[in-house]
T-cell receptor
Framework: DGGITQSPKYLFRKEGQNVTLSCEQN?????MYWYRQDPGQGLRLIYY???????QKGDIAEGYSVSREKKESFPLTVTSAQKNPTAFYLC?????????????FGPGTRLTVL | RKEVEQDPGPFNVPEGATVAFNCTYS??????FFWYRQDCRKEPKLLMSVYSSGNEDGRFTAQLNRASQYISLLIRDSKLSDSATYLCVVNSRGSTLGRLYFGRGTQLTVWP
């Protein structure tokens, strides 16, 4: 089955710890995105990548880091510098073909900082 | 000014009702427009794209007014299963791989 997978579904971490969220897609999509969603809020873009080995900051990149070493994978690291990391994190991907503006989302990871 | 503005609601309607959501966008160069649906604690899923001529998919009708930079979604004969948050989404100008902008969403509850 083609799709986007995120793991883990739920993640708990202690303050001061870095944590990495996984995002994998087998849709052969070129672009991948990370969003954060807080209760009652819209999606805010953290980072996005249009091609392998390249990525751009979104609106709230501070305290986060990413890598894009493979087309299929776009992991997000939440560092201890992120002041309020508890949130729902969503990964998405998109094809580059004409008319391919539609983004497809993974099931998300709920991160809770204890 | 935010890229995409939506009325957050909530909208509470009985089954069978018709309900309309509105959305405005600030970037006149935006080329692609969508409505996504998000169920509680789930990921957003594409409901429908919005075309310049307007388009319909069953009970759902989407309209685009480029002059006013306004998008709408009409749901007819509401079902309990329509209860969700509806996100208005527009693309950025530039490359096809550019970012999308999401509204905060409009919450809909359909009651029996």
């Amino acid at each position: 089955d083609g799709g986007i997978t995120q793991s883990p579904k739920y993640l708990f971490r202690k303050e001061g710890q870095n944590v990495t969220l996984s995002c994998e897609q087998n849709l052969n999509h070129d672009a991948m995105y990370w969003y954060r969603q807080d209760p009652g809020q819209g999606l805010r873009l953290i980072y996005y990548s249009q091609i392998v080995n390249d990525f751009q900051k979104g609106d709230i990149a501070e305290g986060y880091s990413v890598s894009r070493e493979k087309k299929e994978s776009f992991p997000l690291t939440v560092t201890s510098a992120q002041k309020n990391p508890t949130a729902f994190y969503l990964c998405a991907s998109k094809t580059a073909t004409s008319g391919g503006d539609t983004q497809y989302f993974g099931p998300g990871t709920r991160l809770t900082v204890l | 000014r935010k890229e995409v503005e939506q009325d957050p609601g909530p909208f509470n309607v009985p089954e069978g009702a018709t309900v309309a959501f509105n959305c405005t966008y600030s970037n006149s160069a935006s080329q692609s427009f969508f409505w996504y649906r998000q169920d509680c604690r789930k990921e957003p899923k594409l409901l429908m794209s919005v075309y310049s001529s307007g388009n319909e998919d069953g009970r759902f009708t989407a309209q685009l007014n480029r002059a006013s930079q306004y998008i709408s979604l009409l749901i007819r004969d509401s079902k309990l299963s329509d209860s969700a948050t509806y996100l208005c989404v527009v693309n950025s100008r530039g490359s096809t791989l550019g970012r999308l902008y999401f509204g905060r969403g409009t919450q809909l509850t359909v009651w029996p």
